[in-house]
């Protein structure tokens, strides 16, 4: 890495220092800012002689194990890392295995397990299930490490964790295939919600070649690294993020060595030193020499997580330093407080209070405002006070007549007494009464009132007092208030009466209930009965519709019912929904009791047989149709090369002319004539002695008529041309077991989860949207091969376009989560794109020279993988033909990161100096005025 973080970039200490600084800056100023703050509020005397509060400190960070370069040689220090002896956590020598035997391995003074049979059951207890899990959530960087010698051809899990019915279900696994030599690696992505989300990360490789090979497999973040032999072989960006929450299915995992479940991908072979190492570097315990990457991407998630944290303290930071603004704003509007002088010369602080004389007073600000304070009197009318005296006074009261000094009261109609000064009398009113509209013999008078009234006098429609539940009622010289009926009280106040809480109702047929109502009562029917004619019946709610097609009504007592699902059907919560003991496979249905409606492509009673789409020939004349598994492309026929019209957008077959790209095979002096679909070699007469219809192979002379093999497929000279077709298996001659395995073993396989259902060796079928082989009694299944692009279904079975495709759901739900081939390419940790080569996965819409020549590049290479197991290992000449990437973050991004957070620190610590630095000012003025 070149520029000016370069140095920087060889030890981890030294970013984790630079974070540490930069914490320790936010909160410096934070404690600064929050503490000036509250010493500008308090008051004089409060932080008068009370000196500050140190600042608190944050920890510093005690150094990670690392080098000042960028290489380590030694391995970590254990307490840095975690650790998992797979082997150790067995506990062999409590208990043993059917299976599974010790023997002596060639790379530790461990011992390796060496697996063999066809059926054994290995798994870890819910402890060593848990300390992986412990692990991998709280590592940003964890290596699964073993030593590996696998069987030639086998096909077998190395280590899973497994959930659901029959611990089919990966949550985590890790798969050898010996017989497509691949290192397959299943994982449960972040934010999946069916099994049907989880990845697959397929790595070209071979393992089971019955050699010893040391394996490292190293997540980083979102980076998954290979390392075979100490040689790191492959890099690359997961395309979801591991999820490490182990959070859905915790429970119900389990945690298996050697095989995913009791009855799949059983491993054949020997593992030794099997462990999970978390932590930065773990490989280096399997490769202490290996170089080392600064940072991981483990380490730059880790960066990247803290300096979203140190952004968050930032916006904190700016919130409380636009508050702090605001306060300050404030503060700078208010004037000082001011003492009081008075004319004594005493001094009286702002707002102390004080009595002079009859007045209290208080100085505001420099003011002094005074009032007379006397204490509350118990009279009537107080005594205004006399001369030298500061409050009212009340004069005496007169006991006789039950009134204080200055009070009036009238003891009966008419008449009004009062008091003044202890002396008490009354005297009579004079008539002194409003006018009356209506005739005098018609006016009445009250012995307990002063004047009289008109006889009917309408008194509640001049206003009342009543409740709401009450009825006004008019008398001669008033008006009274009655509760109505269903309420009781005094009519100003009025409650309802709940009739059903006694014996006051009429609620006593059998099955009824009295039920209050506001005023009055109802009679209801039990719940579980209806009123049918004047009395209360049992209700069956089965005489109604109420269960569906698919259960059946059970009466369980008078309005009461229970659903039962019918055989084939079982309870969803309130449903009950058609089941399938065997499952549809591969997108498709259950519709009905052992019904499976299968998604387009496949068929068969459990949706796991492929549909020949080639069998109604969609793709016309010029074109082959290329049967897929649970789809189909056309491909030009020989002779034919795909055209597409720009303007209809329409692709065809068109001919193509071999003779002018060089691409016959005319020995000269013959000449290449092109025909439609094909040419000829034409010699001419001045060359009729020297001319031969023997074909030009790789430079070399092939006589006309000769008949050769090229991997799995028969080729022909015929007059100058060659043309190779695929070898027909005939099994009893001697074929290669690669090209036609179907002649060679005939061990059967049995279907993962149809019982019954077996496979011969050769059979292929698919199984959770994975193509699954038979091959010498041994399953091996992969991810099936999609066309590059996600083809909407085509609503009739025929067309012409000779690049159409067809794909199920399988392929619809891989292209939506990311193509499964490993030429696509890939983002790493940096967001910087990395190009894998290698051999295509599919081709659709290309021509015919190019499918044969990429499925002769695939031949080629089973053909020679096949052919160099039989004596000695090929790992080392397969990597030779297999491309691979080493993926080297892009550092300079770290550069920009750390630029950017220093400057939007340094700006933002600017900012936050100033207020302090005010106050600090305005704290100082203060204190020497008051001084």
């Known amino acids: 890495m070149y520029g000016r973080f370069s140095k920087l970039c060889r030890s981890s200490l030294v970013f984790r220092t630079l974070l540490v600084i930069l914490a320790t800056m936010v909160h410096q100023a934070e404690t600064d800012i929050s503490g000036d703050l509250q010493s500008a509020y308090s008051t004089p005397s409060s932080s008068a002689g009370s000196p500050p509060h140190p600042p608190s400190r944050r920890g510093t960070a005690t150094p990670s194990w690392s080098t000042s370069s960028g290489t380590r040689s030694a391995s970590p220090p254990t307490s840095s890392v975690s650790y998992l002896d797979l082997i150790a956590s067995l506990n062999l020598h409590n208990s043993t295995f059917s299976g599974v035997e010790i023997q002596q391995g060639p790379h530790f003074s461990t011992p390796a397990l060496h697996f063999t049979g066809s059926t054994r059951t290995v798994y870890y207890s819910t402890v060593a299930r848990d300390s992986l899990a412990s692990i991998v959530r709280s590592s940003k960087e964890f290596s699964f490490l073993t030593s590996i010698r696998q069987r030639r051809h086998n096909s077998g899990t ?75 072989i492959y890099s690359r960006v997961l395309r979801r993020e591991l999820d490490t929450s182990f959070s859905p299915f915790s429970e119900d995992l389990t945690l298996w060595i050697g ?16 462990r999970i190492v978390g932590g930065e570097y773990g490989y280096l315990e399997q490769c202490p020499s290996l170089d080392t990457a600064c940072p991981t991407c483990g380490q730059f998630s ?47 602080r702002n707002q102390e209070s004080w009595l002079d004389g009859c007045d209290n007073c208080i100085c505001n600000n420099g003011i002094v405002s005074c009032a007379p304070e006397c204490p509350e009197l118990q009279c ?94 008019s008398d001669l010289f008033t008006h009274s208030c009655h509760c109505k009926p269903g309420y ?54 089965c005489d109604e519709p109420v269960c569906g097609e698919s259960a059946d009504c059970v009466y369980l007592g008078p309005g009461r019912h229970r659903c039962s699902c019918r055989s084939g059907f079982s309870q969803q919560g309130n449903l009950c929904v058609a089941e399938c003991l065997s499952g549809c496979d591969n997108g498709g249905k259950c519709v009905a009791p052992d019904t499976c409606e299968c998604a387009p492509g496949f068929t068969g009673a459990h949706c796991e047989e492929d549909v020949d789409e080639c069998a109604s020939a969609p793709c016309g004349a010029e074109a082959r149709c290329v049967n897929m598994v649970g789809w189909y492309y056309c491909a030009c026929k020989p002779g034919f090369v795909s055209y597409h019209n720009p303007l209809d957008g329409q692709h065809a077959c068109v001919d193509e002319d071999e003779c002018a790209t060089s691409e016959h095979t005319c020995h000269p002096p013959a000449r290449c004539q092109n ?27 092939v006589e006309d008529g000769t008949r050769w093999e090229d991997g799995c497929s028969t080729c022909t000279c015929d007059q100058g041309r060659v043309t190779c077709v695929q070898t027909k298996c005939d099994c009893s001659l001697h074929i290669d077991s690669l090209c036609c395995p179907e002649c060679h073993v005939k061990k059967a396989c049995p279907h993962q989860g149809v019982p019954g259902k077996v496979y011969m060796s050769g059979d292929r079928w698919i199984h959770h949207c994975m193509e699954c082989e038979c091959l010498n009694g041994e399953v091996d299944c992969w991810p099936l091969d999609c066309p590059d692009y996600c083809p909407s279904i085509p609503s009739s079975s025929s067309s012409s376009s000779p690049t159409s495709s067809s794909s199920s759901s399988c392929c619809t739900n891989q292209c939506k989560a990311g193509s499964n081939n490993s030429t696509l390419g890939c983002k790493d940790c940096f967001n910087q794109v990395r190009k894998v080569l290698g051999p295509r996965n599919h081709f659709v819409g290309k021509s015919q020279l190019e499918v044969e020549f990429q499925a002769g590049l695939g031949h080629l290479r089973s053909h020679l993988a096949y052919r160099s197991g039989a004596g000695h290992s090929s790992t080392g000449f397969l990597l030779l033909i297999v491309s691979t990437v080493h993926v080297i973050c892009i550092q300079e991004v770290l550069q920009h990161t750390v630029l950017s957070v220093l400057q939007l620190m340094q700006s933002v610590l600017q900012l936050a100096w100033r ?17």
């Open 259 to 274: 095989q995913r479940n009791p009855n799949d991908f059983l491993f054949k072979g020997y593992l030794q030193g099997a």
């Open 302 to 348: 880790a960066l990247e997580n803290t300096v979203n944290h140190l952004l968050t303290q930032v916006e904190e930071l700016t919130s409380k330093l636009n508050q702090a603004h605001h306060r300050i704003s404030q503060l700078e509007e208010c004037e000082c407080s001011k003492n009081c002088v008075l004319a004594g010369g005493s001094v009286k």
């Open 675 to 701: 025909t439609l679909g094909g040419y000829r070699c034409v010699c001419a007469a001045e060359d009729a002695s020297s001319c031969s219809s023997a074909c030009l192979v790789e430079g070399g002379r």
């Open 915 to 931: 207020p302090v630095i005010h106050l600090r000012r305005l704290r100082s003025t203060s204190t020497s005025w008051r001084m």
């Open 380 to 473: 009537a009318s107080p005594i205004p006070p006399s001369p030298g005296s500061c409050c009212p006074t009340c004069g005496a009261s007169c006991p006789l007549f039950n009134l204080t000094h200055g009070e009036v009261s009238f003891p009966k109609p008419c008449h009004r007494c009062q008091c003044v000064d202890g002396v008490g009398s009354c005297r009579r009113l004079k008539n002194d009464c409003p006018p009356l509209h209506c005739d005098p013999s018609q006016q009445i008078h009250d012995d307990n009132q002063c004047c009289p009234v008109c006889k009917g006098t309408d008194w509640c429609s001049l206003g009342h007092d009543c409740d709401e539940f009450a009825d006004c009622v």
């Open 158 to 232: 190395l280590i899973a964790l497994s959930f659901g019915k029959l611990q089919y279900y990966r949550y985590i696994e890790i798969q050898s295939s010996g017989r497509r030599d691949e290192l397959r690696i299943h994982y449960w992505p972040k934010y999946a919600t069916s099994h049907l989300d989880v990845q697959v990360e397929t790595f070209p490789m071979r393992l089971a070649d019955d050699s010893w090979h040391r394996l490292g497999i190293v997540i980083s973040g979102d980076q998954i690294d290979i390392l075979l032999d100490c040689r790191r």
């Open 488 to 541: 009781q009280g005094d009519g100003r106040t009025c409650v309802d009466v709940n009739e059903c809480s006694g014996s006051n109702h009429l609620c006593t047929a059998p099955n009824s209930r009295c039920v209050n109502q506001p005023g009055s009562y109802t009679c209801q029917c039990q719940p579980g009965f209806r009123d049918v004619d004047g009395a209360c019946r049992p209700i069956n709610p």
